[in-house]
């Protein structure tokens, strides 16, 4: 039993010691291409050039990432599985938009490969992100390609969505409006929320996605509560 359980111990501590590893890896990649790509331009910069600079070979690099684009400007927000996106659908809820965003900072702060308290270097974390969004600001085809990313993330919402107030119409508050009019407002709610989260709470590199989002999510909708009246 005593040589089981110190067996299970090793190998439970080697695991831990490679993904350390996998993580200051990816981590060095990215310091590496994002400081080059902030000083001389992303179309200046080839992934032959970033691998030199990190110490790695290009088949490392595309085993951490899919292309330049992908490490210049981070993944962003995670799509959402068709799985979770049929039991958002199909699951009773009371507040549709906190569910969806409560989902998505847990994704990310749960992700080894962008969750900050994860991160082997946290100072190099935040040093990189700074650097992707100045990155994107100065490339369009990075900023037009995160919008893209986040238009079909959008389109999976909205349809998780219909499907759940067609499924459920007593959580249904615009009567006047069709099922799919409804779910576009609510949708466009957590856009923001997704949107402006990040940019409220650029001082606070401290608060996971989660407390990001909730924040947002929370005062987002208190706020327009708010403004409700005096329309007619």
Known sequence: MTE????????????????????????RIEDCATALILEHGFHQVTI???CEKAEV???TFFNYFDSKDQVAAGRGVPPIPADDLEAFATTDSTNIIRDILDYIGKAVDTDPD????L???RATSLTIRERRRRI??????????????????AGDIL????????????????????VHQESLQLTGLIRTALATGGLLHREQPELTKWEVLTHAGRHMTALAANYSHGWD
């Open 4 to 27: 089981t359980r110190n067996e299970s111990t090793q190998s439970t501590a080697e695991c831990g010691l490679r993904e350390r590893k996998r993580r200051e890896t990816r981590l």
């Open 48 to 50: 032959d050039e970033i």
């Open 57 to 59: 070979s290009r088949r």
């Open 114 to 117: 962008s969750a900050l308290r």
């Open 119 to 121: 991160s082997p270097d």
């Open 136 to 153: 994107v600001l100065e490339t369009p085809e990075l900023s037009a390609a995160g919008m893209r990313r986040f238009d079909a993330l």
């Open 159 to 178: 349809a998780a969505i219909t499907a759940f107030l067609t499924r459920f119409p007593e959580h249904r508050h615009l009567p006047d409006v069709t």
